[in-house]
């Protein structure tokens, strides 16, 4: 089954997978990238929920009007209309968010907006929104990736990078992606539009500690984008005390360097999310090594 989503930035093409009748989960990417990235992990998935996977604009099978528009603020709002259509079109009343990178923090601002009460779990992978404020990480974001001419020289040695080790055909899928991000200037001008939203004064959490919901946070330990050390930890204290935090050997999409250790976190998390709200599953804090 597809969908497509009408929504300010272009339409948004969300793709379902799994029985009608399993607990439903979102899974929503990162920058730059598109719902194939969790190819590696989406069998299992969608063998125990019901699965949509969502193209931000520009992305994947979805259009974009505007490429400057696309920031992470207006990346919320799309996917509050991706689950109004869920909840009309599919039937949907209660939904897990899994969100990486932008993703991440997309799925967390939906759990505190008007669809929090249909959130039933957040599994948040290196997300972002926990990067402190400083001249420098502005600079960075507005003038650096922000800025094609620039962007264009860094896209590809940073994917491989954040990617790890390219060990599995989704990995190495989304670094062929990724290779392919400078020749498009519609998809580039996105990448560098939502980099240059992470600098908005008005980008992060109000306070991420009353999200009322089971969070699992999955950190990976050689993630060069947001470094576990800093941004992880962060991201541990500001989340509520009962989140489930776990610090993985991985870079930053531990889902396509190492689905297998990654679906071991994950499957039971959502078979039962509540059980981190109930402390029977112990959380553990990301540490340096």
């Known amino acids: 089954m597809r969908m497509t989503v009408p929504t300010p930035l272009g339409d948004i093409a969300v ?7 399993a607990p439903a989960l979102l899974l929503l990417h990162a920058n730059p990238g598109d719902g194939r990235d969790y190819d590696a992990v989406l069998p299992a998935l969608a063998d125990r929920h019901r699965t949509f996977v969502a193209d931000w604009p520009g992305y994947g099978n979805s259009t974009v009007s505007e490429p400057r528009l696309v920031t992470p603020e207006r990346l919320v709002t799309a996917a509050e209309l991706v689950l109004d259509a869920l909840v009309e079109e599919a039937g949907v009343r209660e939904i ?54 620039r962007a264009r020289r860094l896209v590809v040695p940073l994917a491989r990078a954040y990617l ?7 990995a190495r899928a989304t670094y062929e992606r990724a290779r392919q991000l400078p ?23 109000a306070d991420p500690a009353v999200l009322d919901v089971p969070i699992l946070l999955l950190w990976g330990r050689r993630d060069p984008v947001v470094p576990a050390f800093l941004d992880g930890r962060r991201a541990q204290r500001a989340l509520p005390v009962r ?37 029977l599953l112990r959380p553990t804090r990301p540490r340096r090594r």
């Open 96 to 149: 897990s968010v899994l969100g990486n990178s932008v993703g991440g923090y997309v799925a967390c601002r939906l759990a505190e907006g008007r669809h929090a009460r249909s959130i039933a779990a957040l599994v948040l992978v290196d997300p972002a929104g926990f990067t402190r404020h400083t001249a420098l990480t502005r600079w960075f974001c507005r003038e650096v990736m922000g800025r094609p001419a």
């Open 164 to 170: 790890g080790r390219l060990g599995t055909p989704s």
């Open 183 to 205: 020749g498009d200037a519609r998809r580039l001008a996105v990448h560098c539009a939502i980099w240059r939203g992470f600098a908005d004064p008005d980008f992060g959490l």
């Open 243 to 279: 989140t489930l935090s776990v610090l993985l050997p991985t870079a930053h999409e531990p889902y396509n360097e190492r689905p297998d250790l990654f679906l071991r976190h994950t499957l039971p998390f959502l078979k039962d999310p509540r059980a981190v709200s109930a402390g």
């Open 15 to 21: 793709r379902c997978h799994g029985a009608p009748g």
